[in-house]
């Protein structure tokens, strides 16, 4: 038999846990809802989103925004407005029938002496736990002698 003493250790670090809510590792997917459960009206899903390294690039500066950092993706799980967060990036567009399609448009300066501006895009079914990452990227019209324009692609996992 536990003496009172022993008794209270175990209880405090079975209860250690509960104690001011329950708190999330960074690291833990977010909570997900059971397949096959209708949403309640309003609900907002999360998903984060990593990004594998950039393949077709080679060689080229692209001002790509999603494999410096975990993202964040967001939007009611009845479809509607969506975005796609990453470190000093936000992606915007919607999330329809379960499918992903979001931009995000930047502009930089290069070494060329050019203006340029790139279209990035993330898009998908959710159900696949992946989305594809396009880079595309053009001089702002109205320039002359700017170098030749760069791709690249990525998967992003959703976990």
Do not use: K, N
């Amino acid at each position: 038999m536990l003496r009172p003493r022993s008794l209270f250790l175990v209880l405090l670090v079975m209860a250690l846990p509960s104690v001011g809510g329950a708190t999330r590792s960074r690291r833990e997917p977010p909570p997900r809802r059971p397949r096959g459960t209708t949403p309640a009206p309003g609900a907002l899903c999360t998903a984060e989103l990593t990004a594998h390294p950039t393949v077709g690039a080679g060689g080229c500066f692209i001002d790509e925004r999603v494999t410096r950092s975990v993202g964040l993706l967001r939007y009611p799980c009845a479809g509607g407005p969506a975005t796609a967060a990453f470190a000093t990036a936000t992606f915007s567009g919607t999330v329809t029938d379960g499918v992903a399609e979001l931009q995000l448009t930047t502009r930089f300066h290069f070494s060329d002496g050019c203006d340029w501006q790139s279209t990035q895009r993330l898009h998908g079914p959710l159900a696949s736990r992946h989305l594809a990452y396009t880079y595309t990227e053009a001089p702002v019209p109205g320039q002359r002698g700017c170098a030749s324009s760069c791709r690249a692609t990525a998967d992003v996992e959703l976990r």
